[in-house]
């Protein structure tokens, strides 16, 4: 399996590929560097609290470090884990993302439910940027196993490189977007106040099961694939 060092290889020479493609190339690694490490702290305080709970570390780990591979791919962002998805599935088996190509769609269904991906389907405004990725089974835009539920959660828990709450990391991006004029006219704030109630609905989850609150019949209600 792809390491740390390989994953972020990776990430850069995509990058290269795209020149012009990002407005803070160094930033944007740095990030994902960032929610790879702690993707990481979340599952080990999971594991120390919950012996023996079959998440499979490496796996979320990876997909944490490449969970906006696809954003260098796209002109427009909106759906840019429907690309790093469509991408790793593509390629991972080569790059060694994974032993198998069960473990590499594995993988790669952690970047397609990452972020806002539900909300940002529904947006009639995006419909033409949809047909890219149709036909799809809407139920991939939403995590549905504890692993997908992680890596969203250290994507949108992640400031800076500070850990954060849900409500900072929401109210942050609010405030951001709504003072930019370059994003006036685009429906990010209205996806976000939409996501919100789901997001942080997923952070208590997450951070419930990090600190041992749940019963062994609640977490299993996310799967272990």
Known sequence: MIDKASSQDWARSVVEANPG???DPDGYLAHLRQVQNLAEIV???ILEANPG???ITKEISVAAGLHDIGM???KKKVFHGLEGAR???QEGLERGVADSLKDVYRIAQMLRSHGFAPEYWQEPEFAGLRKEFEPLNTAL???RTWQEVIVTYADMTNLGGERVTMEE???ESLERYSNDHRYADAKI???TKVAQPRMLQLARRVEALEQGELTTPEIFQYGFL
């Open 141 to 143: 835009l939403v995590p």
């Open 72 to 74: 260098p791919r796209l």
């Open 189 to 191: 704030v209205k996806v």
């Open 53 to 55: 709970i079959p998440l």
């Open 43 to 45: 599952v080990g305080n």
């Open 169 to 171: 990391r929401i109210a």
């Open 87 to 89: 991408y790793i599935e």
């Open 21 to 23: 493609s990002l407005n």
